[in-house]
């Protein structure tokens, strides 16, 4: 034991050493430069101590009977000291670096852990979520639970197709965000409603031309359901063409492009005061022959385009162990489990619990939409009614079921 204390501090001084030569170079620097007084005071003291403790730890060890457990004081004693020195005397840039990464690993632990904020990319759970809301996803619900019926869950794009390069797929699954050409964006998030759990049996039917849902042998009242129409708009987003010098430098998802969506649309109300989405009567798609507007009515079948096949006519299947049959609350606008059938709970993210904010844009970011509309954006992007709206809970929508959807509202 002895003999081990007489290395460490033989080896400890060596570094020590090297270390001094740094910082007696930096002193006189700071002294020469009139700066960091009290800060080479410190550090003068602390290199003072160290040495003192040096002295002692030595005076000790050449006698024959060291008192070992003070031996081991002063040791600890003076590795202390020389980690404040080491902290003291860091590169502005160290430090910045060592926060970044701490900080980035704090935040990679909470979001893959602890909770998530999400951005709605679409509208497939209107009314109850809307294009642009921020959730707060809790990933901690599942570690001690399983999804339940009704829950509504967000998780990966299961369709999306990631790459076969090992870092561009760790990005694409844990950062998600272009980056400038190099790294290549993520999977968005969805989020849908769990109707089917493991062991239950699914089926969809179209009775008396509704579209219906049984589990279990019993038809389902789905109060949640959409029962509004959609009114199928055009909207642009980003800033620069593709084609323009900027759109060329710049990363894709600065690029202006129009896009096609569904919103959901209250015939009883003129187009000016919708409820859930700000519209204007220049992005209304209408049809190219009787130029009426486009509408998609509630409780009608969808269908996969390719094979013109009817995805709200299936079944019965029995839910695996380890999967789940979701399906978005806005049926005739979302793309779930009837297409692509069921959902491994591997993809699963979090359960989504409550609306942060919410904004009535397309943009990827607020930043762009407030840029494009400082007035608007106040007055009505942001949707300040939604702010840290709780999600749990099953909605009841049942009373506004509508019979017929007239349009003549938008004709005015």
Known sequence: MHKKYS??????????????????????????????????????????????????????????????????????????????????????WRVWLESIIV??????????????????????????????DRLWGNKMVYLVQKPVHGDLVIFNDPEFGYSQNT???????????PLFGLLPSGPDNWVKRVVGVPGDTIEGRMEGGRTVVYRNGEKLDESYVNPYPLLVLRK?????????????????????????????????????????????????????????????????PSYEHRTNRNVDVFGPFTVPAGKYWVQGDSRRNSRDSRYWM?????????????????????????????????????????????FLKPLWGIPDLREHRLSEIPTEKLEE
């Not at 980003?238 to 759109?247: D, E, N, V």
């Not at 989504?352 to 106040?378: C, N, Q, R, T, Y």
């Open 342 to 386: 069921f959902l491994d709970e591997e993809h699963v993210l979090g359960r989504a619990s409550i609306v942060l904010f919410s904004l009535d844009s397309e943009e990827p970011f607020w930043l762009f939409a407030l840029l494009k509309d400082p007035v608007g954006f106040f007055a009505h992007v942001i949707r300040w009614s939604r």
């Open 7 to 92: 290395e460490q501090v033989k080896t400890f001084f060596q570094t020590y050493g090297i270390q001094r030569r740094q910082w007696v170079g930096l002193i006189a620097e700071w002294r020469e430069e009139g700066s960091h007084k009290e800060l080479r005071a410190k550090i003068e003291a602390l290199m003072a101590q160290v040495e003192e403790y040096h002295v002692a730890l030595n005076a000790l060890l050449v006698q024959s009977e060291s008192d070992l457990d003070r031996v081991d004081r002063l040791y600890r004693q003076m590795d202390a000291c020389y980690k404040e020195l080491v902290q003291l005397t860091k590169p502005v």
């Open 167 to 177: 870092i561009k797929r760790l990005w694409q699954k844990y950062a998600g965000l």
């Open 236 to 300: 642009q987003t980003g800033f620069f063409a593709p084609s323009s010098f900027l759109g060329c430098v710049l990363p894709s998802f600065l690029h202006t492009r129009a896009r096609q969506v569904s919103y959901t649309y209250d015939p009883l109300v003129p187009l000016d005061q919708q409820p859930y989405y700000h519209m204007l009567p220049q992005e209304i798609l209408r049809h190219p022959i009787s130029a009426d507007p486009l509408l998609l009515p509630a409780f009608e």
């Open 103 to 132: 900080a980035g690993f704090a935040a990679f632990v909470i979001r893959t852990c602890v909770f998530g904020i999400y951005h709605v990319p679409t509208g497939s759970a209107e009314p109850n979520i809307l294009v642009g």
